[in-house]
């Protein structure tokens, strides 16, 4: 069932670690001062320069790291397709969906080059000949073909197969320290095993989960020596989001309440048999949750088993305060006198936090953008490491030659005793030339699962091995000589290597800002937030009288006389004033937005930066569009040639053409309300606007920040009141120019119908609508990435966005799996009060909405499956808040039995065989043309899939929610609207009347400039 929410909301935790979002210059200057004097990099390098040597004179095995990049880099179609394989191949069900992934993939690379030497080696069947094997994409296969076909898939499988066990020590924990003992055999090593897997989505993964690790100590605890020395002895490491699926940090009470305890038994259990057990690193927002959950067990350890030396934390080098994080756990380990083994690793989601904090519009990145710059870190972090033997075993996990070194060089310097790391499968050809030095100890990392469950895992570290500036790379590129491949990274770059969030559109004159965000989990962000709630009032709007609206007609088109004349760069600056001051006002419009549209806080941010991006990007876009242009317009035009008839001049350009009415709805009530507003005023139009009725506090807050940043006050008129009435009547009104409205199809028909009736000029119409939209998965898609996608497309906002989610059809092959994790991923959303951070779904937006969507789920209780039906969804709750409604979901037969939207959070789910692309024929026959998500890993199955639909915008391998403005033009077809796309360049030209002048210039006694060029 769905839980509560707790109200954790104004609970003040004080930080432990300074924000993650600082300067990298600064950052590295502070990381550069500390290691001045602490090392001689020179001596390192001179001291790694054999080992280099060593491997590219005796290379590792053909799958080893090295090699295998060697051959087929990362950036070549070949490493690519085998990355992709290696992804997806061994959990796909079925023959036809494992063809076609086998052909969408070998059929993109070459490898008949390597021949004989490589891939022709791993089976009896030549993968290097594979793709003459495949159906011809053109033609109907025949019976050979297809017998072709699925010999080469049965190949590939091998291959694949192969290559997991390269990357994954065992399948089964006997297999893995099996294998163990056969490389001790070759060095001195000592593993840390972990539970191959990612972060847990249910309460029954996260439970299937902790008794994968609890047998693994338990198996590592029958062989290991309880009184020999615990660095010596085989340990584990854990991942904490694999044991909680609400492992986040708006979820802090509920994480120590369930989570710890689950930790718990296993750190009683590895002490009881002196391992060591490592709370392996994961993202950034994660980082504070990870130090409280230490603690807790700290406090345990020391209250049960201090002599316990074991337990251990991943600190991550790329984070720009590691540092400070060492220091922290290093008084945490002092303060309850416990020493911890700790590993410093570089890092395994660099690209995620990168784009984790463009999409958040943050004022930093919280990872250092420089590889050099994270290696400057993991160094200084080494020595705050090692300068603490008292409290820290230190554990340094890396595969860069000059970079271990280092590490030997300081820890012979200060005398602490240490451990390298190393990743199963990477890394061994250094490692064997570091380790014939016998007193150097080496810890493997070894994963331990089904080959089938390495994919995320793998993909991540040949990605990050794998990249060209990575040092395992760049080791088997023989091009890159000893001087480059072991420079110093011991220097300063000034700059990150990318645009900051905010400049992630251009820094160049004219460029447009990117709105600028907040990450909720740091306290000093989110406080102006929760204080705005106490003090931001919700506006009371009085409703318009309807007798009223000629009268401001009038006004508004007497205003628009005067609007339409200020130039286009005035109208501009004015727009980007009121950015500036929505921006400012952040906190205010948040907690507004929270009040009184029941939107959760992170909705609430978004929807605020959105206004922000349209206020800003339709300032541009006037300015771009309206200016006049002379014609013909030439494609590739010569400079200086004169086209067109001599002695006239053409011109073509944009007016204004009036007052227009924007009626905007209560589900986006101030980005979509300043959006419309935004367009028609930026293009010289003035406006009446009518907000929903649910939300005028917030048009009333968004009409006056407008109007105090420039816009005047006749030009920009709100009207408050029902769409029966006030809607129709300035529909209806005379000299209305154009009407701009977002809601349902059925009242876009209605004002359709009304402008059709009307007397006088025909008046355009706007209308972005609803739609049933379709997300098909089919059974190359990774189910957990499937399941996130659907839980943010479906539930967020309370399935109120005309984006939002309403079809999953899902290929038979995997539906039972992916229903039942999804299943038990909506049961773990919190549904409540929106004001608490730890709430997923507020209430719907009032009786009426919550009524008809009760009607709905009644109706498809009596003709569907019941899939998901959670015990929140009253109108009112034990919290008191009125028409909450949690997640439902339902099985129904066809596509076609799917008739109609529901605006709120309930999904239908239809299973599907066969072709694709006549599942996409059926979501077509809908009508509908909104949003449509494509789950695949075939690349030429999701972009046939997409020219097919007749939808406005398609979302391949992601949720479908949350459209950016000026990168992804939101907007759709056929019964969800008339286009053109709100957020994209065509968007103003509706607001615009065109208007050509020509003059002719020979009129005044002929052309002149024609005879002055006769010769």
Same mark, same amino acid.
């Given at each position: 069932m769905s839980h509560p929410a707790r109200s954790t909301a104004f609970t003040p935790i004080p930080p432990r670690l300074p924000t993650p979002y600082r300067a990298e210059d600064e950052v590295v200057s502070h990381r550069l001062q500390m290691l001045d004097g602490a090392m001689d990099w020179a001596h390192a390098a001179r001291s790694a320069e054999p080992w280099v040597q060593a491997v590219r004179d005796n290379p590792p095995p053909f799958w080893a790291m090295e090699s295998l990049l060697k051959e087929y880099p990362i950036s070549s179609a070949e490493g690519l397709a085998l990355m992709r394989l290696a992804e997806a191949l061994l959990r796909v069900p079925d023959a036809e969906t494992a063809i076609a992934l086998t052909t969408d993939q070998l059929g993109r690379a070459d490898f008949e080059a390597s021949g004989d030497k490589v891939l022709s080696r791993l089976s009896s069947t030549a993968i290097a000949l594979s793709k003459h094997f495949l159906p011809d994409a053109q033609n109907e296969p025949g019976l050979m073909a297809k017998l072709g076909a699925r010999t080469v898939v049965a190949a590939t499988l091998r291959a694949v197969q192969l290559l997991g066990r390269q990357f994954v020590l065992g399948q089964t924990m006997p297999e893995a320290m099996k294998e163990a003992d056969v490389s001790r055999k070759k060095a001195n090593l000592r593993f840390s095993y972990d539970m191959l897997g990612e972060g847990a989505r249910t309460d029954k993964d996260a439970l299937r989960y902790l008794k994968s690790y609890a047998d693994a100590i338990e198996f590592i605890a029958a062989r290991a020596n309880k009184t020999g020395a615990l660095a010596e002895i085989d340990g584990i490491s854990i991942k904490l989001s694999a044991l909680y699926p609400r492992y986040e940090d708006a979820h802090r009470q509920a994480v120590l309440d369930e989570l710890v305890p689950r930790v718990?038994?296993?750190?009683?259990?590895?002490? $009881?048999?002196?391992?060591?057990?490592?709370?392996?690193?994961?993202?950034?927002?994660?980082?504070?949750?990870?130090?409280?959950?230490?603690?807790?067990l700290l406090v345990k350890v020391a209250a049960h088993c201090p002599q316990w030396a074991g337990l251990g934390l991943a600190m991550q080098a790329y984070q720009t305060r590691a540092l400070e994080l060492i220091e922290h756990v290093t008084a945490l380990a002092r303060k309850y006198k416990i020493k911890l083994m700790c590993r410093l690793v570089k890092g395994a989601y660099w690209d995620a936090e990168v784009k984790r904090a463009q999409e958040l519009g943050l004022p930093h990145y919280p990872v250092f953008t420089h590889k050099h710059h994270t290696? *400057?870190?993991? #160094? %200084?972090?080494?020595? $705050?490491?090692? %300068?603490?033997?008292d409290a820290i075993y230190p554990q340094f996990a890396g595969h860069n030659a000059g970079t271990i070194a280092a590490i030997l060089q300081m820890g012979a310097k200060t005398g602490a005793p240490f451990e390298l790391q190393r990743l199963h499968g990477m890394g061994e050809g250094i490692f064997r030339e570091v380790l014939k030095n016998p007193l150097v100890a080496c810890r493997v990392y070894a994963p331990v699962g089904a080959h089938k469950d390495l994919l995320a895992y793998l993909v991540r570290r040949l990605l990050e091995n794998g990249a060209n500036s990575s040092f395992v790379h760049q080791l088997a590129d023989e091009s890159v000589g000893m001087g480059e491949l072991l420079i110093s990274p011991l220097r300063l770059e000034p700059h990150p290597s990318l645009p900051l969030p905010a400049d992630l559109f251009g820094k160049h004159p004219g460029s447009r800002a990117n709105s600028a965000g907040l990450d909720l989990t740091v306290a000093a962000m989110r406080h102006p937030l929760l204080s705005a709630l106490q003090t931001?009032?919700?506006?009371?709007?009085?409703?318009?009288? *309807?007798? +009223?609206?000629p009268g401001a007609y009038a006004s508004c088109a007497?205003?628009?006389?005067?609007?339409?004349? *200020?130039? *286009?760069?005035?109208?501009?600056?004015?727009?980007?004033?009121? %950015?500036?001051?929505? =921006?400012? $006002?952040?906190?205010? @419009?948040?907690? #507004?937005l929270v009040k009184e549209a029941f939107k959760t806080w992170g909705d609430a941010v978004s929807e605020v930066r959105e206004a922000v991006d349209f206020l800003r990007y339709y300032a541009d876009e006037a300015q771009r569009i309206m200016q006049p242009i002379s014609?013909?317009?030439?494609?590739?035009?010569?400079?200086? &040639? =004169? &086209?067109?008839?001599?002695?006239?001049? +053409?011109?073509?350009?944009?007016?204004?053409?009036g007052v227009w009415v924007c009626i905007s709805p209560w589900n986006f009530p101030l980005a979509i309300f300043m959006g419309q507003v935004a367009a028609a005023l930026a293009t010289g139009n003035t406006v009446l606007a009518k907000p929903a009725e649910q939300t005028p506090g917030v048009a009333k807050a968004a009409v006056d920040l407008m109007v105090a940043a420039g816009v005047p006050a006749d030009a920009l008129q709100l009207m408050h009141g029902a769409g029966e009435t006030v809607g129709a009547a300035l529909v209806a009104q005379p000299g209305v120019a154009g009407v701009v409205f977002t809601g349902s199809t059925q009242v876009a028909k209605i004002i359709q119908r009304a402008l059709a009736a009307k007397d006088g000029p025909i008046v355009p119409l706007i209308a972005e609508t609803g739609g049933i939209n379709a997300m098909l998965v089919d059974s190359s898609a990774l189910p957990e990435q499937v399941v996130d996608a659907v839980v943010q497309s479906a539930f967020r906002s309370a399935g109120q966005r005309c984006s939002a989610l309403r079809l999953l059809v899902v290929h038979s092959a995997i539906a039972d799996g992916v229903?039942?994790?999804?299943?038990? /991923?909506?049961?773990?959303?919190?549904?409540?009060?929106? /004001?608490?951070?730890?709430?997923?779904?507020?209430?719907?937006?009032?009786?009426?909405? @919550?009524?008809?969507?009760?009607?709905?789920?009644?109706?498809?209780?009596?003709?569907?499956?019941?899939?998901?039906?959670?015990?929140v969804s009253a109108r009112t709750a034990p919290e008191k808040i009125a028409n909450l409604i949690a997640p439902h979901a339902f099985e129904v037969p066809s596509i076609a039995d799917v008739k109609a939207e529901i605006f709120g959070p309930v999904l239908q789910v239809v299973r599907w065989d066969g072709d694709p692309a006549e599942v996409i024929a059926q979501i077509n026959a809908l009508g509908y043309g909104l949003t449509l998500g494509i789950q695949t890993r075939i690349d030429s199955r999701a972009q046939a899939l997409a020219a097919a639909a007749h939808v406005g915008n398609i979302y391949i391998n992601r949720n479908m929610i949350g459209a950016v403005v000026g990168v992804q033009p939101f907007g759709g077809e056929g019964l969800s609207g008339t286009g053109p796309k709100a957020g994209g360049p065509h968007y103003l030209y509706r607001f615009c009347a065109e208007q050509t002048l020509t003059v002719n210039t020979t009129a005044a006694g002929g052309n002149a400039a024609l005879l002055a060029s006769m010769h």
């Open positions: 718990w038994t296993l750190c009683e259990a590895a002490a $009881a048999a002196n391992i060591n057990l490592t709370i392996d690193a994961e993202e950034v927002d994660r980082l504070e949750l990870s130090l409280e959950v230490l603690e807790a290696d *400057v870190s993991y #160094l %200084a972090c080494a020595r $705050a490491l090692l %300068a603490v033997p931001a009032p919700v506006p009371v709007v009085p409703e318009f009288d *309807v007798k +009223n609206i007497s205003s628009y006389q005067k609007w339409s004349k *200020v130039p *286009v760069e005035e109208r501009a600056a004015t727009l980007r004033r009121a %950015a500036d001051a929505l =921006q400012a $006002a952040m906190p205010q @419009f948040c907690a #507004l014609c013909p317009v030439v494609a590739n035009a010569q400079a200086g &040639y =004169q &086209y067109g008839v001599t002695g006239e001049t +053409n011109t073509l350009r944009l007016t204004a053409r229903i039942e994790m999804l299943q038990g /991923a909506a049961q773990e959303l919190r549904v409540g009060d929106p /004001a608490d951070l730890a709430t997923d779904l507020g209430p719907v937006i009032d009786c009426e909405a @919550f009524d008809n969507i009760q009607r709905h789920i009644s109706r498809l209780k009596n003709e569907s499956k019941v899939l998901l039906e959670t015990a």
